[in-house]
């Protein structure tokens, strides 16, 4: 459903602004200290995740203009029509119908008037048979020896998400494969990968939508070569070599054999493709019964954002939390906090899942917004991060919000480091809303013994302001549904704030004028003249470069 009133022309925005004006000052301590019942209060469950949204910089008040906001965007309509294969890609006239990969409703999901889900299911059976095939030793290289390895080659979309479960996912690894993920087009990735392994066990996975992305391209060339020059001949090519793509025909011309290609569909976005055959790494590392299950708690997530009311349900509030934020406190990113090594990836998937969803200024009728969009999203593990970038969490002059993201238990119990791992989680998020007043701060020096004169001097370099807000997402242990609802909750996210904003959510054009110019670089690297309409900096390093091949 198309949104054409302007955003900001609402009476409903001037309120929320009014509103922003009135609480701006007022401090979430003082909050939890009037209202024992905060935490119960700004907290939701769902699909086997918990939300505590109790430290934002939000009353009651703020949480009904907001959702007031959402009914006024007509958000259940948007969500019913993302379900249903409406055309929210519009630039691209596609609808994003990831949500049928994991429909695991006897509901029928329609494009151009066709059922897909015979065709879905179809596919996922097929990744059975091939994952059964080579974890049971029945699909073997060319020497008969059982594959040890996988690469998966593929790059956005085709890497991050695959990437990120399968991080996710590693206690529940076949310990008798390994997967290696080359994306970037870089020569010391690749050696480094290609160094360690036996083409005569190894197996490669070509992920590419387009099957027209150069640097997936170029390192399945390589993988090819190499393959060739230590043992592998023409003949033996079927039996190493798969992709997943759209594209069969360029796929086969590459080389690949028609039978080694899985399907992907217009209608699936990149970096909604994990649900997909794009998924092929993960489930031949965890099992496709593992994978369907990631893909089952994907899909009661689906079911949470498609049928809870607006004030139960988790995206949604999220969305509305992170407009909060961009559009009233003119905040511009957003912190991605995992306390779980196993979660190490998410930053990097939310980046794409963000950045290249709602990175757009204009509306999906071209209209440009008068309003900021998506935020930066970045972030890192904890608690590496506490003893690097938190000190600009908790004193800098810009404000993040931040996801803070704990399993309750570990798969690795060992001593207490969970107990310890959650505590600074717990505690860091505490120190955000909490800070440290100038007075607690004079205080805590003079206690420690320390002089009037100096205590006061250092007293303001220890004032941490608080207030600063967060999330904290939780969940008993990382299990394959849970890490299916957990992408597919950012996912929705996502999704609803680019419906809030009226902006496409699914196309991604600004990637293509980079992609555009690098091949003419390309060119001019390798001899041929510099276009003189290049201006003077990229001249000037296209020389550098020519002139250091020589050094
Ligand atoms: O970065 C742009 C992009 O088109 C992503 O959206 C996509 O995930 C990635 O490139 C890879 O594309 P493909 O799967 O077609 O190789």
Redesign the pocket.
Known sequence: MAITASLTQSPLWQQLQQHYQSIRHQHMRDWFAADPQRFQRFHLQAAGLSLDYSKNRITNDTLQLLLQLAQERNLPAQIEGLFRGDVVNRSEQRPALHTALRNFSDRPVLVDGQDIMPEVRATIRRMEEFCWKIRRNQWRGYTNKAFTDVVSI?????FLGPKLASGALKPYWDSRLNIHYLANIDGSHITEILRRLDPATTLFII???????QE?LKNALACRHWFLDNGGTEADLAKHFTAVSSNVQKAVEFGIAEDNIFPMWDWV???Y?LWSAIGLPLALAVGIDNFRELLRGAYEMDEHFRTAPLHQNMPVIMALLGVWYVNFFDVGSHAILPYDHYLRSLPAHLQ?LDM?SNGKSVTQDGTPVDYDTGPIIWGGVGTNGQHAFHQLLHQGTHFSPCDFIMPMQSHNPIDNFHAMLVSNCLSQSQALLQGKSEAEALQELLDSGMDAEAARQLAPQKVIPGNRPSNTLYFPRSRPATIGALIALYEHKVAAQGMLWGINSFD?WG?ELGKQLGNKVLHALEGEPVPANFDGSTQGLIQAYLHMQHE
Do not use: A, D, N
Request: hydrophobic residues 15%.
């Open positions: 593929g790059i956005g979309g085709s992920q590419s939508k387009s099957f027209g992305t997936t976005g990149g970096r493709s794409q290249e991604q990637v």
